[in-house]
């Protein structure tokens, strides 16, 4: 990587990665699935010096939104999603917080984005993969320039993610996988929503999916 500056915290009830991507040389900051516990993100941006301008969520689920709204308003920046994954942030049940997290939640996003739009945030061109499967609208954000992917539930370690949730589709995940993740050059470092990070060549050859 060049001028991007990745950290990641494993935050929440089951593990979820948030990752925190600098522009070295602006010191703009993107919050990508802020799962829970706000402070320690806000504690972690500081020590990195940080500016956050947007927060970039893969998908809907309560395990990668839960600190959404208030970094929202800490920082008094957009929160930013895949268009067609409006219905799981902003209902309870198919976001599974109303089922797993002990109470019911919802986010909402100020930008929804469409399938192949390129948008430039923190000074990076960012592609915008729409990779249901999971969920109808995950969305996997490609920083071209930067040889990463962040694959949200979509991709993991030598798996994927799972598809018995609402809305979620093995044979839609098969051709996310197929179709565009694995299009993409064998370098890429894919940073995923769960464990640890992988690379595309890597998951062509060994992912049983």
């Known amino acids: 990587m060049g001028k991007l500056q990745v ?12 990752y925190l991507a600098k ?12 799962a829970d516990h706000a402070g320690r993100i806000i504690s972690r941006i500081t020590a990195m010096g940080g500016c956050p301008v947007a927060i970039l969520l893969t998908h809907g689920h309560f395990d990668h939104i839960g600190a959404a709204q208030e970094l929202h308003d800490h920082y008094n920046i957009p929160v930013c999603a895949y268009e ?3 219905e799981i942030l902003e209902n309870a049940g198919k976001n599974l917080s ?31 993969l729409h990779t249901p499967g999971h969920t109808v609208g995950g969305a996997c954000y490609y920083i071209a320039e930067e040889s990463v992917v962040f694959s949200g539930d979509t991709l993991f370690y030598a798996s994927v ?3 018995d949730f609402p809305t979620g589709s093995m044979s839609a995940l098969h051709r996310s996988l197929h179709e565009r993740l694995f299009a993409l050059p ?4 894919v940073l995923p929503g769960h ?10 050859k060994y992912n049983p999916y």
């Open 7 to 18: 950290e990641k915290l494993v935050l929440g009830m089951v593990a979820t990665n948030c």
């Open 23 to 34: 522009n070295q040389e602006t010191g703009e900051l993107l919050i990508i699935d802020p």
């Open 84 to 86: 067609a994954e409006q």
């Open 98 to 128: 109303a089922a797993m997290a002990g109470h019911g939640f919802t986010a909402s996003a100020d930008r929804y984005f469409r399938d192949g739009e390129r948008v430039t945030l923190a000074g990076f061109e960012i592609e915008v």
């Open 161 to 163: 993610g799972r598809t």
């Open 186 to 189: 064998d370098e890429t470092l």
């Open 195 to 204: 464990e640890e990070r992988t690379q595309i060549g890597f998951e062509k």
